[in-house]
Nanobody, 126 residues
């Protein structure tokens, strides 16, 4: 069982930056592809970014390209989401998720994911 704990959320003005972290425990971190999702009030959860276990490939949704970067440190069992040039529409609860690379069959970056964190709130004021 993998536990994921996000941190780094908060209130920031438009144009500002935040770096979210997600610490994993209870499993072998390099066995998992990692992803970030977000859910704004009244909206469905949406995919933001993902990174393969090898650290070789990353994927971003179009709305965040050029502003948000996902990275991971397998030695620290942590995945990061660096968010720059934040916009009010980036306001949401951000979740990290883990997808086993032994899950069987092809799993696209958007899912499915096996484990989820509890989320961290990001609020961008205009």
């Amino acid at each position: 069982q993998v536990q994921l704990v996000e941190s780094g959320g908060g209130l920031v003005q438009a144009g500002g930056s935040l770096r979210l972290s997600c610490a994993a425990s209870g499993g072998t971190f390099s066995d998992y592809n990692m992803g970030w999702f977000r859910q704004a009030p009244g909206k469905e959860r949406e995919f933001v970014a993902a990174i393969q276990w090898t650290n070789s490939y990353t994927y971003n949704t179009d709305s965040v390209k050029g502003r948000i970067t996902i990275s991971r440190d397998n030695a620290k069992n942590t995945v990061y989401l660096q968010m720059n040039s934040l916009k009010p529409e980036d306001t949401a609860v951000y979740y990290c998720a883990a997808s086993s690379r032994y899950g069987g069959g092809y799993r696209p970056p958007t899912g499915p994911y096996d484990y989820w964190g509890q989320g961290t709130q990001v609020t961008v004021s205009s």
